[in-house]
């Protein structure tokens, strides 16, 4: 016998149930027809068909109830997982792990965490983490070239760097100057002279007013002063802010290793690039300042609350190796450690610094300390090129006053990034705030971008 369509198993079980009764109380031609269809219909095997026809009426099969599980962390507690995601600079959920243990004294005196809150925080996971801060995640990428130019001098004396580094012990670092001149290149503006090392994490910022060679070698040793570790060896790109005999000079007497990278191949520096990112960009954005009052205040900025910041609160990762698996390359991670960490498991750093930031760490507020950044970051936006011209564009008419600075609208701290309410394209709210109207579009522009947009899933 020809079969017809096959139906799926539910069309078929269906099928049965209405012929079921009709069959039971049809004669014998009539349940003949009816037995060819069906096998027809579903193509069965005739035997089969009637196996069912004379058997027990197939019950619907009852539909599965999907048990929910309860929620294992409450409001409470995604509260303060946000607010010390929110003073941490948004880290992604690795490092916000690893840093909670590390903050639990000042969480606990902070929120008043009860022991239940605390076996928490401790226990919940980076996965759940991500969920449970999933509706906070912002994302905010901006990209702008700097305004280095390369250097000739010297570069036959410099070596070339083109390995992976593959250091065990602190010393040894990449260095680069971003640019703050805003939308215009002409006369000197503040750059920010970056410097990171390698094994530990550890970075340095100093700015300098103009890219001469002589104010690059003083701040590069306000930096090595700075350090809890001797330096050894320094690796930049091939700018003419450190191609140069004064700081080929320097190194040779300090006997530091002087390297460079390749000539507009940026992974050759690519430690230097991401940290020119979080530590300068996402802080200062991309407005001009171009006074000595700005680059004292950046300096200010740099030299105390945000080096203790960073290098002290703050955890990072570190890559250990790659893994070809098929065509894909996966990345394993070392755990997040703060870079203060890795310098006291090194043998190579400077026990008294390390003793003297110890005993620091100790009087330290992490919480109060993010609060304090975001109002010298208000106050440095003040001395920005563009926030100045913006407040002479209205003579006679005073702007309108911002919010006080470290609070939002219902008097909680606020952290690094836009006033309350300033909306950036992507979020709600006013755009109201000090700057006149005639000089919001020149600012927004270059300002740094609110904090929750800066987040990163990463």
């Not at 269809?37 to 099969?61: D, T, V």
């Not at 790109?237 to 290793?257: K, P, T, V």
Request: aromatic letters at 8%; charged letters at 30%; glycine letters at 8%.
């Amino acid at each position: 016998m020809a079969k017809g369509y096959m139906m799926s198993h539910s069309s078929r079980r269906d099928y049965l149930r209405r012929i079921y009764a009709r069959y039971d109380r049809a004669g014998g031609a009539e349940k003949q027809r009816i037995l060819d269809e069906f096998c027809a219909n579903c193509g069965y095997h005739r035997k089969y068909a009637i196996r069912l026809l004379n058997g027990p009426l197939p019950s619907p099969k009852p539909e599965r109830r999907r048990r929910r599980r309860g929620a294992t962390y409450g409001a409470r507690l995604v509260s303060i997982l946000k607010a010390v995601w929110e003073a941490a600079d948004y880290p992604w959920s690795a490092r916000l792990k690893a840093l909670l243990p590390e903050w639990m004294p000042w969480i606990r005196r902070r929120f008043r965490l009860t022991p239940g809150l605390e076996e928490q925080l401790r226990r919940i996971s980076a996965r759940s983490i991500d969920y449970r801060l999933r509706s906070e995640k912002r994302k905010l990428r901006r990209r702008i070239y700097g305004r280095t130019k390369p250097g000739s001098l010297l570069k036959h004396h410099i070596p070339l760097k083109t390995d992976h580094w593959d250091v065990q012990t602190p010393g040894f670092a990449e260095i680069d100057l971003v640019s703050h001149s805003g939308n215009s290149a002409s006369g000197d503006c503040c750059y920010s002279l970056n410097l990171t090392d390698i094994h530990t994490g550890w970075t340095e910022t100093r700015a300098v007013l103009g890219k001469g060679q002589e104010g690059v070698r003083r701040a590069l040793e306000e930096i090595r002063q700075a350090l809890p570790f001797a330096l050894r060896g320094i690796d930049s790109d091939n700018g003419s802010e450190f191609i140069n005999d004064h700081l080929y000079r320097y190194c040779r007497a300090r006997e530091i290793q002087f390297t460079r990278g390749r000539p507009y191949k940026k992974d050759d520096n690519a430690h230097i690039e991401q940290k020119n990112w979080t530590h300068v960009r996402r802080l200062l954005g991309y407005v001009r300042y171009d006074s000595e009052a700005a680059r004292g205040a950046i300096n200010e900025l740099y030299g105390q609350e945000l080096c203790l910041f960073q290098n002290l609160f703050l955890p990072s990762v570190k890559l250990r190796q790659k893994v070809r698996v098929g065509s894909r390359l996966r990345r394993v991670y070392e755990p997040a450690q703060t870079p203060f960490q890795r310098v006291l498991a090194s043998p190579g750093a400077d026990a008294q610094r390390v003793a003297e930031l110890q005993r620091r760490r100790q009087t330290l507020d992490p919480f109060q300390l993010s609060v304090t950044i975001q109002a010298k970051l208000e106050r440095i936006f003040a001395l920005s090129a563009e926030a100045v011209r913006a407040a002479e564009s209205l003579p006679g008419r005073d702007a309108k006053r911002r919010p006080a600075v470290g609070a939002g609208a219902n008097g909680e701290a606020r952290h690094m990034g836009y006033p309350e309410g300033h909306n950036q394209g992507t979020t709600g709210g006013s755009r109201e705030h000090s700057v006149p109207s005639a000089g919001r579009q020149a600012v927004d522009r270059g300002r740094p971008a609110a904090r929750d947009q800066r987040a990163t899933a990463s």
